[in-house]
Nanobody, 114 residues
């Protein structure tokens, strides 16, 4: 299984970005896809996850600002990030969990300037 992320970049505070992550390989129908991030000097943390059926879970810090969605036909997960803050600056990683096995993308940098 391979994951390819795109959509990161530099944005001013209050701006928006949309991340995409496409999975390829042997993808079983039932899986969970999600986004995690690692701020500078900190540990990786959950941002948002979504199940095959669309059930979502968000970190408290992004609720109301970020929206996770997925296209099952394309095995792609998206993260719409609005009202971005400098503290959202991090490397954002995509993850897919298939039959209790995690697969990670290479990460994409998101930098929010104040």
């Amino acid at each position: 299984v391979q994951l390819v992320e795109s959509g990161g970049g530099l944005v001013q505070a209050g701006g928006s970005l949309r991340l995409s992550c496409a999975a390829s390989g042997t993808i079983f129908s039932f899986n969970t896809m999600g986004w995690y991030r690692q701020p500078p000097g900190k540990q990786r943390e959950l941002v948002a996850v979504i199940s095959t059926y669309g059930t979502t879970n968000y970190a408290d810090s992004v609720k109301g600002r970020f929206t996770i969605s997925r296209d099952n036909a394309k095995n792609t997960v998206y993260l719409e990030m609005d009202s971005l803050k400098p503290e959202d600056t991090a490397i954002y990683y995509c993850k897919i969990t298939i039959r209790y096995t995690d697969y990670w993308g290479q990460g994409t940098q998101v930098t929010v300037s104040s």
